[in-house]
Each structure stands twice: as structure tokens, then as C-alpha cells.
């Protein structure tokens, strides 16, 4: 099974910040990274498909790079509804594995 | 966008097996790939499975045998049957899209919660 370590796990930043999350792979993945924003009490959202494709009605401000082992999720500008964690998933091998969430908070 | 409904919150005593459904809006059933995912209360996604197009189905190491998928195109419904249920399955259950070209989970359903207890 693949693996994916996110870091930080955890994060404050204040509004109009920038932010990285890095999610690296335990094995060559390509560009079969997606990124995920999972808030409380609502339904996980795709961000990000192919490592760096942005997912319609996603605002700009989301952007993803990486490929082979090593993925990251920036988000500039930041504003207070960004409050969420944030999960990598791999899409090259089954199982689907998920990286272990990023919670960032706005302070 | 595609609709993703689930059926409702159930709670189960341990042994016990329920089945979750979730149909999906429109004309766009027979055209996705749905896949299963659960949350466990403070814990992260964890994949459970998918059910391809014509029904086949790969399941995750530690749901096999226990958990089965599958989907009736008549009703445009996708299920999930969970069996011998431990106070460990207590998690939300989401369905997902998957149309293939994105290779993500594209439209996710709201959710079902599972609660096992006795």
C-alpha cells in the first residue's frame, strides 16, 4: 500500500497568509495526488485532481504542484472560510490511501 | 452538478449488519465509478472500496469479507452492506463519484452515520 505523511498536521495562519501542506508518497506516484477540504459537519470537497489540476468552482487561490513523491497544496490570501483540514488521496494504486489531514485554523 | 443522496443515520448493537445506500442524480449513473469512504469520530478518511462500472468491485485488506458493494442501475443506486458490525465501524459513511477522467472523488454524498453500540 502506498503511504502519505502530511505535514504540519497542524497550522494557524491569519487571514491574507499564505500556506503550504506538503503530502509525500512512499512510493512513484506520477501525478495521481488529489487534495481534499473536509470542514466540520460538511461534506469533503475536492480541491485539487492530477496533483495541480484545480477542480471547477474551486477559487484560485488553491493551487497544487508536485509530482513522484512529492506533493504540496498552496493556498494565498487566505480567508476565514479556509478554516477546514485539508486531506492528500492518492488515485495511482488501490488502495486509495489518504494522508493522515492537515487541520489549519484562521486565527 | 450531480446529486449524491444517501439514505439516513442508522445505529446498529454489535453483530449486527446494515446497508447504506446512495443513489445518484440524473442521467450520470451508468457512466461513474463509485467509491466508499468513512470517518471515524476525530479520526481521518479512510477508503473502504469501489464498485467499478459493470459492478466490479476492489475492497480495502481490512474490509474484506465484511463489507460488499453494489449498485442497481434501474434505480440509479449504489450500496454498501456492512456486516458484523464492532463499535470500530461507528464512523460516517460517504459515497463518491468517480467518472474517470479526473481519477478523484469528484461529487461526494452527505453522509451517513453509523453508530454501533450496544
Known amino acids: 500500500d502506498i503511504q502519505l505523511t502530511q505535514s504540519p498536521s497542524s497550522l494557524s495562519a491569519s487571514v491574507g497568509d499564505s500556506v503550504t501542506i506538503t503530502c509525500r508518497a512512499s512510493q512513484n506516484m506520477r501525478t495521481y495526488l488529489n487534495w481534499y477540504q473536509v470542514k466540520p459537519g460538511k461534506v469533503p470537497k475536492l480541491l485539487i485532481y492530477d496533483a495541480s489540476s484545480l477542480q471547477s468552482g474551486v477559487p484560485s487561490r488553491f493551487s497544487g504542484s508536485g509530482s513522484g513523491t512529492n506533493f504540496a497544496l498552496t493556498i494565498t490570501s487566505l480567508q476565514p472560510e479556509d478554516s477546514a483540514t485539508y486531506f492528500c488521496q492518492q488515485s495511482y494504486s488501490t488502495p486509495h490511501t489518504f494522508g493522515q489531514g492537515t487541520n489549519l485554523e484562521i486565527k | 452538478q450531480v446529486q449524491v443522496v444517501q439514505s439516513g443515520a442508522e445505529v446498529k448493537k454489535p453483530g449486527a449488519s446494515v446497508k447504506v445506500s446512495c443513489k445518484v442524480g440524473?442521467?450520470?449513473?451508468?457512466?461513474?465509478?463509485i467509491h466508499w469512504v468513512r470517518q471515524a469520530p476525530g479520526q481521518g478518511l479512510e477508503w473502504i472500496g469501489w464498485?467499478?462500472?459493470?459492478?466490479?468491485?476492489i475492497y480495502a485488506q481490512k474490509f474484506l469479507g465484511w463489507v460488499t458493494m453494489t449498485r442497481d442501475t434501474s434505480t440509479n443506486t449504489a450500496y454498501l452492506d456492512l456486516s458484523r458490525l464492532t463499535s470500530d465501524d461507528t464512523a460516517v459513511y460517504y459515497c463518491?463519484?468517480?467518472?474517470?477522467?479526473?481519477?478523484?472523488?469528484?461529487?461526494w454524498g452527505q453522509g451517513t452515520t453509523i453508530t454501533v453500540s450496544s
Open positions: 463518491a463519484t468517480d467518472g474517470g477522467r479526473l481519477h478523484a472523488f469528484e461529487v
Open positions: 440524473g442521467n450520470t449513473f451508468r457512466g461513474q465509478h
Open positions: 464498485i467499478n462500472l459493470t459492478g466490479g468491485t
